[in-house]
């Protein structure tokens, strides 16, 4: 590294929602030399970086932001882009500033923010590169890296458990350059090798995980699993540590929200089917912890219970996948194939079923339209969540991106999904149409809900009552069911979760979406959008849209009320508050 | 007036607002940022910390007003207040909102009630202060400016 140039020009990205410290933030550092960025949202800011990730190498930003939590936002670009991170705050409480470090913060400043301490902020870039490079050359620091890997040896098997012990913190710290670069970025940077952690890698490093047993996992246990030549010991641990970080937070946020969420969506529904459904979703987060062996149990007593309850009622059919975290699913730079995590199975379910905005994200995702009443009116709408700002959880938010841009997808691997639950419900209206024209809808609406995420659908399920289906391109198939009396392809076989779809005695379409391969639409979407479709957390790695060639069409439409954390998603059922999400989406 | 009394004054004015705890050292970060490319830089972020901050006074009396209750939203909004004063180190301002938020630690309305009245006096006097400061800035001239208010 030419120490001489180094710093200057250094690409940074001010983050603060107070106007005058963006001023004087910009001002002192492009008196540093450096090339400076502001932005005023924090949701804007995720939205630069994820457009062009290598052209920033670190970014500021505050803690208190009205758009976005601080620490979820660095979250994200932990996550997402592993760019250095630096808090700020006018507020130095101790807590508050060990809480940055645990998020990942490199560091944190004090405001007033001074000169001296910016001009020293690209020692964090080079800290990073320069572990990077040890990593990748290996042989002038061979026994760095072998301090590295025995620093690691001991955080094995229990400090990483413990993410918030301190020690595994600085650990963490020092040992979280493992990035091995299989692909150089735009090549503006001098980048040494990085793992991307693509879905398909992510996924294979989730399988492992559940394979091993989330309690006994350890790094080693996964890498050797994972069996992937190239990959350190170092790149699992850490990114085992994120996931680990990433989980911990999401069952935090779940538990408290189990008590608040109670069974809203389905209480003026008068389903009790679907109140039980839903308690048992609840319940899902203490499963959790347990581990993820847990898993297909749990989607075998659901299936029970849904068995059980299914009337011919306009029941959601959710199926749920109890180890929420196994999958990762993001957009592969390279193509609209999306392959996602591990077993999300997800049921659509066209049915009657009023969005219920005021339920608080809880493990299930539920997509919610208007109940397919036999009638198909020529346009119908999306349904978005209010966002509410105060509950955007970090990786989940995305309600306040204004226009996704989707044909740059997000970092690669970086993005966990939420509970693995999917449970779509959407009505469409209509009269015995040709399911081929809503599969397509239906597909790109579930594609639309994770911005920027792909999801793979192993197998798509469509029951209707009436109509036969035909599949489309790629894996989604679709069985005709006549009479609804049974469902076919209900199926999907996943690592860890098996599911099976229950048969609806409504006119209701059923779509069980398992996952691998990515299906792909077709790129002339009907014009038929879903009506009411509204959100939750929606595991996107259970939807696998392979060929799908338009991703913009869905994800710019359902994009915006995506997040597939573990969501902290509030419902409107104004359907006019946002009318069609995109015209693309409907081309 | 004569120059250099102008730039008496100004060097005076500008002690007094230290002396007295309108401003601190903050203050004079922004004065050494100021340079040929952003001459007026301070008089720039001054104008804007007012503008955004006079936004912020009002959020925060229409939440006294509709949540008096609500201590963790004041104490949000306060905070938001402090950190923006500090950005041209606004001293005395910041210093209220410390006690507004030690009031909403103990959930006293009246106490915040006070409080508040305290900080947009404050901010008001302040705004006042540094607007006869830029006042007699101007009359001295920019590139004085730069290099006699440096303490």
Redesign the interface.
């Known amino acids: 590294m030419d120490a001489a140039a180094f710093p200057y020009g250094l690409r940074v990205l001010v983050v603060d929602d107070d106007p005058t410290w963006l001023k004087i933030l910009e001002k002192m550092l492009r008196k540093c030399s450096y090339e400076v960025t502001t932005c005023g949202l924090a949701r804007v800011a995720l939205d630069i970086l994820r457009e062009r990730k290598s052209r920033f190498d670190i970014v500021i930003s505050d803690v208190n932001m009205p758009d976005m939590d601080g620490f979820k936002l660095l979250e994200h670009i932990g996550l997402e882009m592993d760019l250095p991170v630096i808090m700020m705050s006018i507020d130095g409480e101790t807590s508050r500033v060990m809480k940055g470090v645990h998020h990942g913060a490199c560091d944190y400043l004090l405001k007033p923010v001074r000169m001296k301490e910016l001009r020293n902020i690209w020692q964090h870039v080079y800290r990073k590169k320069m572990h990077e490079v040890k990593e990748i050359e290996g042989h002038d620091s061979f026994d760095d890296l072998q301090i590295l890997r025995n620093d690691f040896e001991g955080l094995d098997e229990k400090s990483l458990f413990m993410i918030s012990d301190p020690e595994t913190m600085r650990k963490r710290k020092d040992v979280d350059r493992d990035h091995v670069d299989q692909e150089s970025s735009d090549g503006t940077t001098v980048k040494k090798a990085r793992v991307i952690w693509s879905v398909d890698l992510h996924q294979k490093f989730v399988n492992a995980v559940n394979q091993i047993g989330f309690d006994k996992v350890g790094p080693k246990k996964i890498l050797d699993l994972m069996n992937i030549p190239g990959l350190t010991r170092e790149n699992v641990a850490s990114h085992l540590q994120k996931y680990r970080l990433y989980l911990s937070r999401l069952q935090k946020q779940n538990e408290e929200r189990i008590l608040g969420t109670a069974m809203q969506d389905f209480s003026h529904k008068g389903t009790s089917e679907n109140l039980n459904l839903r308690s048992s979703f609840q319940e899902q987060p203490s499963n959790i912890a347990n581990g993820y062996s847990h898993a297909s149990q749990n989607i075998q007593t659901q299936s029970n219970m849904l068995d059980s309850q299914l009337e011919d009622t306009k029941s959601t059919v959710p199926l749920s996948v109890p180890d929420k975290k196994r999958s990762l699913v993001s957009d592969v730079a390279d193509s609209q194939n999306v392959t996602s995590a591990s077993a999300l199975g997800g049921v659509l379910s066209f049915k009657g079923m009023p969005v219920n905005h005021d339920r608080k994200p809880s493990e299930t995702m539920i997509l919610e339209c208007h109940a397919w009443s036999g009638v198909m009116p020529s346009k119908q709408f999306m349904q978005y969540p209010k966002h509410n700002h105060e509950r955007c959880d970090l990786l989940g938010d995305y309600s306040c991106l204004p226009k996704p841009d989707l044909e740059h997808p997000v970092a690669p691997g970086n993005l966990y999904t939420p509970p693995p639950l999917i449970s779509m419900s959407c009505s469409m209206e209509g009269d015995g149409r040709d399911f081929s024209d809503v599969k397509p809808a239906l597909v790109d609406c579930i594609k639309s809900l994770s911005p920027a995420l792909t999801c793979t659908v192993e197998s798509v399920s469509v029951q209707l009552s009436d109509s036969v289906v035909t599949s489309i391109d790629g894996d989604l198939k679709f069985s005709s069911v006549d009479g609804l009396s049974s469902i076919k392809d209900c199926c999907f076989d996943q690592t860890n979760s098996q599911g099976t779809l229950r048969p609806s005695q409504e006119p209701s379409i059923i779509g069980f979406i398992g996952s691998t391969e990515l299906a792909s639409l077709p790129e002339d979407l009907p014009g038929y959008p879903l009506q009411g479709v509204s959100f939750e957390n929606i595991p996107l790695s259970a939807f696998d849209f392979s060929h799908y060639n338009d991703t913009t069409m869905i994800q710019s439409g359902l994009q915006n009320n995506w997040w597939y954390d573990d969501g902290d998603l509030e419902f409107s059922s104004e359907m006019t508050d946002y009318p069609l999400i995109d015209g693309r989406l409907f081309a | 007036m004569e120059y250099s009394n102008l730039r008496r004054q100004t060097i005076f004015m500008k002690k007094n607002l230290f002396d007295q705890g309108f401003l601190d050292?903050?203050f004079n970060?922004?004065e050494?940022?100021q340079?040929e490319s952003?001459p007026n830089?301070v008089e720039?972020?001054v104008d804007?910390?007012f503008k955004?901050?006079s936004r912020l006074l009002t959020n925060i009396e229409q939440a006294i007003d509709k949540y008096p209750q609500d201590f963790y939203r004041l104490d949000?909004l306060v905070?938001?207040f402090?950190?923006?004063g500090?950005?041209?180190?606004a001293l005395r301002v910041k210093n209220e909102c410390s006690v507004f938020k030690a009031h909403c630690n103990d959930r006293s309305l009246e106490g915040c009630r006070r409080s508040f009245q305290k900080i947009k006096r404050e901010h008001a006097t302040l705004k006042q202060k540094l607007e006869s400061y830029f006042q007699l800035l101007r009359q001295v001239g920019p590139r004085e400016h730069a290099v006699s208010s440096r303490k």
Do not use: A, M, T, W
């Open positions: 050292e903050q970060q922004l050494e940022l340079d952003s830089f720039e972020v804007l910390f955004d901050s949000s905070h938001q402090k950190g923006s500090s950005s041209i180190g």
